[in-house]
């Protein structure tokens, strides 16, 4: 299976046609569909269910594409680190983190380094705490930010002095709007929208979760997200409240009201520790550490 027919198989997979396809990768139609049945024929699998005008991918092309994009990327990732100028300082540094105001940070230091090292290129990548473990642990991520709490015991990291306050993001027009704080029991029986995290499946002891107590069973979820600005289009529209960290929803009818007792994270930028960091990545961990 070689890399060249990986990337033949992501653009037919995203393109929907082997025309369209094929006129990107500069290539005739015969020989891209050639290049394609030949892959099947290797894995053993039908990828395509081949229509008139348009192909889309079976259920085996499926798992195929998610594994074939992180292998294009890994690879491509690996390619720019090994072409750089020895003798300049250049590359690329991944990063992947959760929303919080605490990314402003990073954006510091992003743009501390550029004006020094203008060759240095940047790569951020936005999802939850596990999509970016996941991203990290396969290599596609240099480096994570993640929200407090979460096993370090796999990672070098440093902590970042700032913490991101929790509390309720509701509509402006509710009557819990009305309270400077929201406690515990202001959550039962409403419906929540939060994190996936929060979902029994995720939970784990610890301080976030001590904040609910016994109310952590009684706790009416009715949504989950993964990024807060899908959550405040529920809240909009009068799906439930959404569990969330202050100051990341601009939203003119939507408010935040803080948890009381007051309910903090802090934050760490993650590394793998077997992980051989790059001159750009080195640069970036050395500003990180001040």
């Not at 009684?218 to 600005?229: E, G």
Request: aromatic share 10%.
């Amino acid at each position: 299976m070689e890399l060249r027919v990986l990337k033949y198989f992501l653009a037919v997979a995203q393109s929907g046609s082997i025309t369209k396809a094929a006129n990107v990768l500069h290539l005739t139609q015969p020989t891209l569909s050639r290049q394609l049945m030949d892959l099947e024929l290797e894995l053993g699998h039908k990828l395509f269910v081949r229509g008139k005008h348009s192909i889309s991918l079976t259920q085996e092309g499926l798992v195929l594409k998610a594994r074939a994009q992180e292998i294009v990327e890994l690879a491509d990732k690996t390619y720019s680190e090994f072409k750089n100028d020895k003798n300049s300082v250049s590359g690329d540094v991944y990063i992947g983190g959760g929303e919080s105001e605490s990314i402003f940070h990073i954006a510091e230091i992003i743009r501390e380094i550029q004006q020094e090292y203008p060759q240095i290129k940047f790569h951020m990548y936005s999802g939850n705490g596990e999509d970016v473990v996941e991203k990290l642990d396969k290599g596609l991520l240099d480096f994570g930010v993640l929200i407090q709490p979460i096993d370090l015991s796999k990672y070098n990291s440093v902590s970042l002095n700032s913490k991101d306050t929790w509390g309720l993001i509701l509509r402006k027009d509710d009557k819990l709007a009305q309270k400077k704080f929201v406690t515990v029991k202001d959550l039962e029986n409403i419906p929540l929208i939060a994190s996936r995290q929060l979902s029994k499946k995720y939970l784990v002891q610890n301080d976030f979760t001590k904040w609910f107590g016994e109310y952590i069973d009684k706790l009416n979820i009715v949504a989950t997200y993964n990024l807060i600005y899908n959550a405040s289009v529920m809240v909009e529209s009068k799906i439930g409240y959404a569990i969330g960290l202050d100051k990341l929803v601009s939203n003119k009818n939507l408010c935040f009201r803080p948890f009381y007792p007051k309910l903090e994270s802090a934050l760490d930028v993650v590394w793998k520790k077997e992980q051989v960091l790059t001159k750009a990545s080195r640069i970036f961990l050395e500003k990180l550490k001040g």
